[in-house]
């Protein structure tokens, strides 16, 4: 004798399913945007970036804004180099690595 299962699905597991797949992905989003800096994988990619702090502020912006307004500033510029798929830069002076973007 062979019997069938059936399996009624009611609606509102149906929806408990929906709901924590939607509740996965939105998770997920809100994780990779809390990444400061940007990926790279080629050193060209960094050329345009600049370095900032935890806040996403650029630090040449920062330095202005806590000091005094420096019009013309430092022509020289920072580089941000490809280090880990990631475009960071080294300070020297305070030894930590800050991750460089686009502004």
Same mark, same amino acid.
């Not at 060209?44 to 702090?53: Q, V």
């Given at each position: 004798m062979i019997q069938i299962l059936t399996i009624k699905i009611s609606s509102s597991l149906i929806r408990n399913i929906i709901f924590f797949i939607t509740c996965f992905f939105m998770l997920n989003n809100k994780v990779n945007s809390t990444i400061?800096?940007? +990926?790279?994988? +080629?050193?060209h990619e960094c050329w345009g970036t600049e370095p900032m702090n935890a806040l996403g502020v650029p630090l040449s912006i920062e330095s202005r804004i806590s000091k005094r307004l420096i019009i013309g500033g430092n022509s020289r510029g920072v580089k941000c180099r490809c280090k880990s798929g990631m475009c960071q830069f080294f300070s020297f002076s305070k030894n930590t690595n800050y991750f460089c973007d686009e502004f």
């Amino acid at each position: 004798m062979i019997q069938i299962l059936t399996i009624k699905i009611s609606s509102s597991l149906i929806r408990n399913i929906i709901f924590f797949i939607t509740c996965f992905f939105m998770l997920n989003n809100k994780v990779n945007s809390t990444i400061v800096g940007k +990926a790279c994988f +080629a050193p060209h990619e960094c050329w345009g970036t600049e370095p900032m702090n935890a806040l996403g502020v650029p630090l040449s912006i920062e330095s202005r804004i806590s000091k005094r307004l420096i019009i013309g500033g430092n022509s020289r510029g920072v580089k941000c180099r490809c280090k880990s798929g990631m475009c960071q830069f080294f300070s020297f002076s305070k030894n930590t690595n800050y991750f460089c973007d686009e502004f």
